[in-house]
């Protein structure tokens, strides 16, 4: 089936303007994750969805960063005010939510992310 | 506070020869591991959890508690191992939040 997909995957913003990048799971995925890659760096966790509930932003950098799913698919993350240390790669990621021993694991399945430049 | 550590950057081998790309790993509770691989122009895909104690492309890896260790191993590197690896560890809970490491990148010389 398909996987995760990310849009735009490249983005150039000047200093300033709010951006807006989406991510579509995989279907019937519950869980969604989104990450932040700067360059040289490992993913870093910025938000967690159950379904159309955001149950953890606790690595949301700023409050220029806000997430949403409201019909808990696709999610949108969006930027205000971009600043030029928010340059990174934006990663989303989709799980399926296991049940009984495993509940709350499983793989986290990944999108190829949005790059973003901020000028 | 939860952490992973990839100190390696940077690990060049020969063709052929062995590679050991190193995890240790900071964590109170019952840590479960991963090893994710990024290869060029690919997305980030899971290679191997501990769970499950499998070997995949001919990768292994030992969670080690005393040594709060999760080293990658492979006896016989190949060309198309080149590629980004990092060690994910999952400390959210039933939530599953992931840390990873900065990334290895492990380059396998002709």
């Known amino acids: 089936g398909a996987g995760v997909s990310q849009s735009p995957r490249y983005k150039v913003a000047k200093r300033g303007q709010d951006v807006a990048l989406r991510c579509d799971p995989i279907?019937?995925?519950?869980?969604l994750f989104w990450y932040q890659q700067a360059l040289g760096q490992g993913p870093e966790f910025l938000t967690y969805f159950q379904n159309e509930a955001q149950l953890d932003k606790s690595g949301l950098p700023s409050d220029r960063f806000f997430a949403e799913r409201p019909e808990g698919s696709v999610s949108t993350l969006k930027i205000q005010r971009t600043q030029q240390e928010d340059s990174a790669v934006y990663l989303c990621a989709s799980r399926r939510l296991t049940s009984g021993r495993a509940y709350g694991r499983g793989d986290q399945f990944f999108g190829p992310g949005t790059r973003l430049t901020v000028l | 506070a939860q952490r992973v550590t990839q100190p390696e950057k940077l690990l060049s081998v020969f063709k052929g020869a062995p590679v050991e790309l190193k995890c240790n790993y900071s964590?109170?509770?019952?840590?479960?591991l991963f090893w994710y691989v990024q290869y060029s122009r690919q997305r980030l895909q899971l290679l191997l959890r501990?769970?499950s104690r499998e070997s995949i492309k001919g990768f292994t890896a030992d969670l080690n508690k005393g040594e709060t260790s999760f080293h990658l191993k492979k006896p016989f590197a190949q060309e198309e191992d080149s590629a980004m690896y990092y060690c994910a560890l999952n400390y959210g809970g039933s939530q599953g939040n992931l840390i990873f490491g900065k990334g290895t990148k492990l380059s396998v010389k002709p």
């Open positions: 964590y109170s509770g019952s840590p479960e």
């Open positions: 279907s019937g995925h519950v869980s």
């Open positions: 501990h769970i």
